[in-house]
């Protein structure tokens, strides 16, 4: 029997599974996925990923608000966000943080609202899933800011640079691959590879970044196994070996009763 792995970020709430959810989730458990985070983008979502954890056994809920979607973000939903995070079915804050590739909400709002929830995230000790893009200086200055002592949580889909993947390890933070990685000439490849396994979480970020072979296509948990295989590859591990570890990394991490 292979070893099992764990998506660790999936949009499982998402319309595109609206006519066939039963079938994804069926197939992550034939792909040996044992276990599956579903991630809130915003109040709406949250609250869906929570009635999914509580539909199914092997999903977990994160609760958090998008840095797209900041801007739609009121005091009575962050209050609302934060009963969620009371519920024994979500395991992180999530996810949160800033990009300014896209600037859908203003940057200072999205400063304000990812403070907000580095607070919260650390009152109810929850670890964090932390998103960025093109905003690594103001990501590290409120990182050192609001900095603590024993603060968890992973940068997902990462897509910086070396420089910056050492000052997330230097924060105690983990790092988690996506499908990215399997594409042709990426450039997280060379930053992935030094990235030690111990600190690596594995995902696929569905429906978004479908991994090769599935490249353009609706993404799914069942294809985090390519992404696992692709670190096998490049760190020239055991497929085994990176299951078995990048596993009981999200384990520890989130604290999954598996
Ligand atoms: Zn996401």
């Given amino acids: 029997m292979p070893p099992f792995l764990i998506d660790t970020h999936t949009h499982l709430d998402f319309d595109r599974y609206d006519n066939d959810r039963d079938e994804v989730i069926r197939r992550a458990a034939e792909a040996f ?48 966000l934060c009963r969620l995070l009371e519920h024994p079915q979500v395991v992180a804050v999530g996810e949160v943080g800033l990009d300014y590739h896209y600037d859908y909400s203003p940057r200072d709002v999205q400063r304000r609202v990812f403070r907000r929830f580095l607070d ?42 070396e420089a910056a993947a050492r000052k997330v390890l230097d924060f105690g933070f983990h790092i988690s691959f996506t499908g990215n990685i399997t594409f042709k000439n990426s450039r997280s490849v060379p930053v992935m590879k ?21 490249r353009g296509r609706r993404n799914e948990p069942a294809y985090v ?34």
């Fill in 194 to 214: 030094n990235v030690p396994i111990e600190k690596m979480l594995v995902e696929t970020d569905c429906p978004f970044m479908a991994p090769e072979p599935y």
């Fill in 120 to 161: 919260v995230a650390w009152e109810m000790q929850k670890p964090l899933i932390i998103h960025t893009r093109e905003a690594d200086e103001d990501m590290f200055s409120i990182l050192r800011e609001k900095s603590r002592s024993g603060w968890r949580g992973v940068f997902h889909c990462f897509s910086s640079d």
């Fill in 225 to 258: 196994v390519h992404v696992a295989g692709k670190i096998a590859k490049e760190k020239e591990l055991s497929f085994d070996t990176v299951a078995q570890i990048t596993t009981q990394n999200a384990i520890r991490l989130f604290n999954l009763p598996l």
């Fill in 33 to 80: 996925v044992a276990g599956m985070l579903t991630i809130g983008v915003d109040y709406p979502s949250s609250l869906a990923a929570v009635r999914l954890a509580e539909e199914y056994e092997q999903i977990y809920a994160a609760v958090g608000v998008h840095p797209h979607d900041a801007n739609a973000m009121d005091d009575e939903q962050f209050e609302n």
